[in-house]
Nanobody, 119 residues
């Protein structure tokens, strides 16, 4: 079955870091754009970062600029979201998705991983 699995979420205090992983199952991520988005309960999902198959990066949120970094390891068929200097407002369920480009309506989605930033 084709799919994506997110992992790495958890409970951290403000200022701490987490690295989320997005692992593909049943297909290769090498030729796909991979995007990270997040959703707070009761609010609409918002895009965070996306990396194209060629390595181009799109940042959708000014609030994470300089703190979050997206990267890919094609050999491991995995994309990462490194989150530093976490803030309470970063608390959300984080999802990854794959498609031919960095845009809305991507084809493959994971079930998400919860990140909670609280003191």
């Amino acid at each position: 079955q084709l799919g994506l699995v997110e992992s790495g979420g958890g409970l951290v205090q403000p200022g701490e870091s987490l690295r989320l992983s997005c692992a593909a199952s049943g297909f290769s991520l090498e030729h796909y754009a991979i995007g990270w988005s997040r959703q707070v309960p009761g609010k609409e999902r918002e895009g965070v970062l996306c990396i194209s198959s060629s390595g181009g990066i799109t940042n959708y949120l000014d609030s994470v600029k300089g703190r979050f970094t997206i990267s890919r390891d094609n050999a491991k068929n995995t994309v990462y979201l490194q989150m530093n200097s976490l803030k309470p407002e970063d608390t959300a369920v984080y999802y990854c998705a794959a498609d031919d480009g960095c845009h809305d309506g991507m084809s493959y989605w994971g079930e998400g991983t919860l990140v909670t930033v609280s003191s």
